[in-house]
């Protein structure tokens, strides 16, 4: 991946590398949005303790994701 310096400009190339990059990181992150979206948690301590591991898991991926 291009090192990104302020001023200078990516080539065409480059910032579609960057572009295809964020889409597959979107889309994945849609596909997993849109299989949870169908979970039924009642038991509300769990369903929280879930939402907030996935908060970490996906924040964590995407610090990965943009630091590559």
């Avoid at 960057?18 to 979206?37: A, P």
């Avoid at 009642?42 to 943009?66: N, T």
Wanted: glycine share 6%; with cysteine.
């Amino acid at each position: 991946m291009p090192v990104i310096q302020p001023y200078n400009k990516l080539k065409d190339k480059e910032r579609q590398v960057i572009k295809d990059k964020f889409k597959g990181f979107n889309d994945g992150l849609e596909d997993l949005c849109k299989t949870q979206k169908g979970w039924a948690i009642p038991d509300k301590e769990q369903r929280d303790f879930i939402r907030q591991a996935q908060k970490r898991v996906v924040s964590e991926g995407y610090r990965a994701f943009l630091h590559r």
